[in-house]
C-alpha cells in the first residue's frame, strides 16, 4: 500500500498544513495509508483527533525515509529532501527559479517532485490549480486587510447623524485574486473600478458590479495560457496615466498584477502613493514579486505621507483553515488523477498532459527547462534555500 506523509510545515510564518480531515478520508477512500506529523494542523485549527479519526494515522517526521508520496505546502530544504526515500514522489509549492539547492537535491534523490503552482491551465486541470485557489483566499484577505487599516467605513449610510459615503477602491488586475477582491469590496458596500491588461477581464469585472478602467492596447495582451503577457513600457505608461486620477480620488488601491516568472510590473508611482488623501490604504499582493507599488516593503506595513502601505508576505497564510482545505482538494485531485484505474498506487507519469509540464524533477533530471537553465548558469553555487518566506506563494 502506498504511504502518503504530510509533514508539518516548518517555514517561518506559515499556518497552512497539505491536509484537512476531509482530504484525509479522500486519499484513504483511494486506497493510500495516509500518515500525518503530529501536530500538523494546529497552526490551521485542525486537531490531531480530527485528522485521526478521518483515517489518518499520527507519526513522528521520521516516517518521511518510509514515505512514497510526500505532499507539502512549502519547499523542501535540500535537508528535508535529503532524509526523503530515493525515488519517491513530492507535490507542493516548490518555487523552483528561488529554491535552486533544492532542486538539485530533489534530482540527486531520483524524487518525481510535482510544483503546484505549475499545474498547467486547462480545463481538465481547474481542480488542481492551487494558484487560484490560494489566490482566492489572498483577494478576500486584502480587502478585510483594507478595512482594518483604513480609517473610513466602506458602505453607504444613511444615519440621523448624516450620510457617509461609500469608500472607492481601486482594483489592479483582474485575475483570480483580483475578482476575488472587487466581489469583497462590493459586498462592503464599496464603489469599486478595476483595470487589467486583458480585454477579457472588462465583462468579468462588470458582473461583480464593478466599472472597468478602459486602457488603449489592452486588447493584445492576454497570452493562449490564461495569464497576462509582459505588457510593454509603453503600455504600462498609458495605463498608469488613466488610472492616476482615480487613484488620487480612491480611498482603497488593492494590486494583483504579477506576469509568471517575471518581475512584477510597478503600476502605483511614488507620485500617486503621494496624490492619495490621507488614511488611504495600498495593499500589494505583488510585493514578493518585486510589487506593484513603488514605495511597498515586502512584510511590513509602513505609512508614506499618510497613506498606509500593505506589504505583508503569504496572505492564505493567515486564513490558514479554509486555505489548507482548499489546498489539500487540489492535491487530493491531482493524485487520484495520477492513479491509475483499478490501482492504488498513484504515478507521476512524465507524457501526461497534467502531470508533465509541472514535474519539476524525474528520474534524477531537471525536468522544468527555466530552472535547468538556471542551473547550468551557476553549477558551482546555485542559489541557497529561502528561509524568510520569498518563496511563500
Known sequence: MTLVFIPKETRPGERRVACSADSVRRLVKLGLDVAV???AGESSAQSDADLETAGARLVGPQICAEADLVLRVQPPTPD??????HGAMLAGFLAPHLELATVQRLAECHISAVGMELIPRITRAQSMDALSSQATVAGYKAVV?????SPRLFPLLMTAAGTVRPARVVVFGAGVAGLQAIATAKRLGCIVEATDVRRAAKEQVESLG???IDVEGAADLE???GYAKQASEEFLQRQREEVARRV???DIAITTALVPGRRAPLLITEAMVHSMRRGSVIVDLAVESGGNCALSVPGEIVEREGVILIGLANLPSTVPFHASELYARNLVQLVAHATPKGS?????D???????????THGGEVRHKPTAEALQAAPSSPSSPSADGRSQP
Open 37 to 39: 506529523e503530529r501536530g
Open 80 to 85: 528535508d529532501v535529503g532524509r526523503m526515500k
Open 145 to 149: 486587510l483594507a478595512a482594518a487599516y
Open 210 to 212: 464593478a466599472k472597468f
Open 223 to 225: 497570452g493562449s495560457d
Open 248 to 250: 488620487a480620488e480612491a
Open 344 to 348: 492504488n498506487t498513484p504515478r507521476f
Open 350 to 360: 512524465p507524457d501526461d498532459e497534467i502531470l508533465g509540464p509541472c514535474l519539476v
